[in-house]
């Protein structure tokens, strides 16, 4: 297993899991700053390294009139303000070769979102920036496949590689979630994470936006954690139901340290036990 460095964070040490978490999408300064502050304060009570989350832009969205973000450049600085202000390593969505430079030069991952994980520009274009590129399997994807996106990354120069598990789509409106997908990556010998809120997204249930399913996060991101992971990502809120994106399917920030504690306990058995 290749080790990914990340601040002071480490996928696929064997020994600990990572939290990957924030909104899902810049809503404002002040917000953006005060979930983080939450978040690193919950997670170092817990002893859990965080990689802090949001999007600066979400160009996937149900509705052309759905509130996308604050764009690039507004963005990035924000993120920028949480990584100096609370020493948190950041993560946000590249969505076109554009924007790879300048992101880069602030975020300490990109990540590529499922339905874009086989660009081939966009992933050689991360590749050679020379960070940790995280690529999110696509929902219409096999497991097996992303060995594909993979190469593709290494041929761009890319050594630090994360992939990401988030569902597989069967229409109207579903996903589901094949447990098997994670140990099959992990052979891929990267770092792999679930992502348990955009698991139970119901893509376009809502008419015009997507739905969600939050009270299924906690069950999955338990199943996947005793499956055998490297992190977990969670999209969090301080009121899920006056989210600006993905609500629905974002768990509410106050609740996770109950779930965190468990995830915590689980992953230490079966570290353990992989260990024996």
């Known amino acids: 297993m290749k080790k990914v460095q ?14 990957i978490a924030g909104p899902c999408v810049i809503e404002n300064e002040t917000a953006t700053l005060k979930l983080a502050e939450r978040l690193r304060a919950m997670t170092d009570e817990v002893g859990v390294k965080l990689v802090f989350k949001a999007s600066f832009d979400k160009a996937n969205r149900s509705s052309v ?3 996308r973000g604050p764009g690039l450049e507004e963005g990035l600085r924000i993120l920028a303000k949480v990584k100096a202000d ?26 590529i979102p499922a339905f874009l994980c086989r660009q081939t520009d966009l992933l050689v274009a991360a590749a050679a920036t020379g960070r940790p590129v995280n690529v999110k399997k696509g929902q219409f994807m096999a497991p097996g496949d992303m060995k594909n996106v993979l190469h593709k990354l290494a041929e761009g120069g890319a050594s630090d590689l994360l992939l990401t598990e988030r569902g597989s789509t069967f229409g109207y409106n ?11 990556m992990r052979q891929m010998g990267v770092p792999v994470i679930f992502d348990a809120t955009h698991a139970v997204q119901l893509p376009g249930g809502a008419g015009n936006a997507s739905g969600g399913q939050r009270e299924f996060v906690s069950t999955l991101s338990r ?7 490297d992190g977990l990502f969670w999209e969090v ?18 609740s996770l340290s109950r779930l965190l504690r468990e995830v915590v306990a689980i992953d230490a058995i079966v570290k353990e036990n992989l260990d024996d």
């Open 6 to 19: 990340v601040g002071n964070a480490v996928f696929g040490d064997g020994k600990s899991l990572v939290l």
């Open 174 to 184: 579903n996903l589901v979630v094949d447990m098997r997908g994670l140990p099959i």
């Open 237 to 254: 809120h301080e009121d899920p139901d006056k989210a600006l994106c993905d609500g629905p399917n974002s768990l509410p920030v106050g």
């Open 223 to 229: 199943a996947a954690v005793g499956a055998g992971i």
């Open 65 to 67: 009139s759905s509130y």
């Open 86 to 111: 609370l020493d948190l390593p950041v993560i946000s969505d590249v969505h076109d070769c554009s924007q790879v430079g300048a992101a880069a030069e602030v975020l300490d991952v990109l990540q």
